[in-house]
């Protein structure tokens, strides 16, 4: 345990922080999760999940909870995965 007022301070603000880091992994790993359930890219809700997935990895980067490649790589393969996603959907049309 912390000895000074500074470092218990210190403490509380990283526990804090800690909390809220959480909260943003958390909530981009949900969010992966439904967009990789989702059947393809023309869907309404796709597109939703995709913007709230995109705001909440911006956030992060914002926050430093991800590093700016990090937030960049996840949602280049949230993009990829779309167009895999219509891909696969188109072709399951054409049979």
């Known amino acids: 345990m912390p000895k000074s007022k500074s470092a218990k301070k210190a403490l509380k603000i990283s526990l804090r922080n800690r909390k809220f880091n959480l909260y943003y992994l ?10 990789k359930k989702l059947s393809s890219k023309d869907s309404k809700e796709f597109q939703t999940t995709l913007a709230l997935y995109y705001k909440y990895v911006d956030k992060a980067a914002k926050k430093h909870v ?9 949602k280049s393969q949230a993009i990829k995965l779309a167009k ?6 188109q072709k399951d049309k054409k049979k």
């Open 26 to 35: 958390g909530q981009i790993k949900r969010l992966h999760r439904q967009l």
């Open 66 to 74: 991800l590093a700016k490649n990090k937030a960049r790589r996840l």
């Open 84 to 89: 895999f996603k219509k891909i696969a959907h």
